[in-house]
């Protein structure tokens, strides 16, 4: 979809090979009062896409902003390439910035707003344009370099924002909630693309989210952030199928716990457990386990038709609420809407029973 | 909000009769500046431009008018640096005793003139040892900075510090970032800002009889002192039909950058 990034691809291979890219060491973080940042601590390797995940107000984006240089830290120290640039400002750090709305300069063109970089690093006049250039084909937006900012969609100036950042080759890329204002087709376009990119430049990225399933889709690793700490880090699949806590269970994915009683009594385990909604059937009347299988009775609260499947929302006898994902390869929605208040039993395999923190 | 047929027509024409009461007078003044008469009566004795010649002539208004011009530009230049200044550290920073400066700032444009020109006389007379042109120019950069100030503010509100974020993460230092962001965004608020503190500045009579130095005549302040005198009448007349279309054209330009801003998103 994209074309190679040549220039880029050039200079990192030049750059010899550095295994961590950013090291963050003991961050933190207040202002005023507020505890934004507590104890960060994060090793992102050279090439790693790495997400910073987790709600509005868990310090992500502040976190970002510290690597970036627009905010100082409290304490700690942050690393580049085993530099300390704790104390250096923005316009010296080896990172560029997309940010969420893209903070293009409104009164250049999209070429000027691409060669800003170079041209206050006194990049000659033919060579920057030359990059520009190269960086907008890269973006697929050749033809759009004589226009403003203000002439183009959002998906356009994302790239544009892309382009700028990239032209400068830094060794690590930031992007805060870099496709929260595209529409969904969109969104969902632009990640593919900007993995993609990712794969071609070699650099390293530094993405921050809010949507789970963006920072599932897209990231090599993704650490999840609450209330300012990171609660756990890790690969997609680590995050997905074994939480640490609670609060991650519940932010990746849908939670389905099952407190210490109710875990006692049905799975005869101690602690707290969870078990993902697409590993949960759903079985009209009462059923028996086979196996390795466990079964679980209750009556259905709420049918919620999503289209491509149907969610289920189980008030287990035992006392727990399960949440229940069934493809909708045969139901119909008058079928399903039928089910409300109807006994049935659940039914899960127990290797999908995971412990939460 | 639907509004009655009735409230309508009456709205209508309350809103025809205020214009009326506004503007009648003006395009009399400047209907007048062409009377042929010599004593200005009304109806109009026939078109001719011999008052606006012999204004012209008149070396009174013309070394006031020179005055007026220096002084606003002088003013304005003042505003402009000091009130450009003191909008990017209110509106970029958060300091304590920001709100309180600000209101200081702001404070001169709503001290009556009078205050203002008595409490500046004492200064200068006191402390800078008389009046002169440059005591008047900083009389007048103390309300001119308001405007300025005004009009930059709301602009770097606007604006957001996002922008200087990406100029500086791309590598650019303060000063080049000034340069080429914050600047060329910023030009169309500081030129609506000059035109209007100019325009305050031109038709200021107030505090500039408490604070001009001996024998500094300004245009407004020549007006003044001509009103009365029955053979000058016609020539006070037109300077004040000139003084209309200079004022109305700053507040015309400045309607126009901010309607191209809303377009444009800022651009000059």
């Known amino acids: ?357 | 909000m639907t509004t009655g047929r009735g409230t309508k027509v009456a709205l209508s024409i309350f809103a025809v009769i205020a214009f009326l009461f506004v503007y009648i007078p003006l395009a009399v003044v400047l209907i007048n500046s062409f009377n042929a008469g010599e004593t200005l009566s009304w109806p109009p004795q026939g078109f001719s431009v011999r008052w606006w010649e012999a204004a012209v002539s008149n070396e009174g208004v013309r070394e006031a008018l020179v005055t007026s011009v220096v002084l606003g530009i002088c003013a304005t230049a003042v505003a402009l640096v000091l009130g450009t200044l003191a909008a990017l550290a209110l509106g970029r920073y958060n300091f304590f005793g920001r709100d309180s400066v600000s209101l200081l700032i702001i404070l001169p444009i709503a001290l009556p003139g009078i205050v203002t020109g008595i409490a500046l006389n004492n200064v200068f007379t006191t402390f800078l040892g008389g009046l002169t042109f440059f005591t008047l120019i900083v009389a007048h950069s103390t309300f001119c900075i308001v405007v300025v100030y005004n009009n930059a503010l709301a602009r770097v509100r606007r604006l957001g510090g996002n922008v200087e974020e990406a100029s500086a993460d791309l590598g650019a230092r303060g000063w080049q970032t000034f340069v080429h962001v914050t600047f060329p965004l910023m030009r169309s608020a500081l030129a609506a800002g000059a035109l209007l503190a100019f325009g305050l500045s031109f038709d200021e009579i107030i505090v500039t009889t408490f604070t001009a130095g001996p024998g500094i005549t300004t245009l407004p302040i020549w007006i003044y002192q001509n009103l009365f005198r029955p053979n000058q009448a016609p020539i006070v007349n037109v300077v004040a039909a000139f003084l209309v279309i200079v004022s109305i054209l700053p507040i015309y330009i400045v309607q126009r950058f901010s309607s191209a801003d809303e377009r444009g998103g800022g651009v000059m």
């Open chain 1, 1 to 357: 979809m994209l074309a190679p990034f040549s220039g880029v691809l050039r200079t990192v291979s030049e750059r010899g090979h550095v295994s961590t890219a950013i090291r963050l060491t003991n961050l933190r973080k207040e202002f005023g009062d507020v505890v934004a940042v507590d104890s960060v601590d994060l090793d992102v390797a050279d090439g790693e896409f790495l997400t910073l995940l987790g709600p509005s107000g868990s310090g992500k984006t502040t976190v970002l902003r510290m690597i970036a240089g627009f905010e100082q830290p409290t304490s700690g120290t942050i690393e580049l390439a085993g530099v300390d640039v704790t104390q250096v400002p923005p316009y010296s750090r080896d990172v560029n910035t997309v940010f969420q709305d893209y903070a293009l300069f409104p009164h250049m063109d999209v070429l000027s707003n691409v060669e800003y970089g170079l041209k206050v690093k006194k990049v000659s006049k033919a060579e920057r344009r030359q990059r520009a250039e190269e960086a907008l084909a890269a973006v697929r937006l050749e033809d759009y370099g004589a226009r403003k900012p203000s002439q183009l969609s959002g998906g356009q100036r994302q790239r544009v924002a892309l382009a700028r950042a990239l032209v400068n080759r830094p060794r690590v890329l930031l992007l805060d909630e870099p496709l929260g204002a595209l529409d969904l087709k969109l969104r969902e376009q632009m990640q593919v693309e900007l993995k993609e990119l990712q794969r071609a430049v070699g650099i390293t990225f530094v993405f921050v989210t809010h949507d789970q399933e963006e920072a599932l889709t897209m990231s090599d690793r993704i650490a999840v952030f609450d209330a300012g700490r990171i609660a756990q880090i890790g690969t997609p699949v680590e995050i997905y199928e074994h939480p640490k806590t609670p609060f991650v269970a519940g932010f990746v994915g849908v939670s389905n716990l099952l407190e210490a009683g109710v875990a006692a009594s049905l799975l005869g385990r101690e602690g707290l457990w969870s078990v993902r909604p697409e590993k949960i059937r759903v079985l009209l009347g009462t059923a028996s386990p086979e196996g390795s299988e466990r079964a679980a009775a209750g009556v259905i609260r709420e049918v919620v038709y999503v289209g491509m499947s149907t969610r289920f929302i189980v008030d287990l006898d035992a006392g727990a609420t399960l949440i229940a994902v069934q493809q909708n390869s045969h139901a119909t929605s008058s079928e399903l809407g039928a089910m409300r208040g109807q006994r049935v039993t659940l039914m899960w395999n127990t290797e999908h029973e995971i412990p939460v923190g």
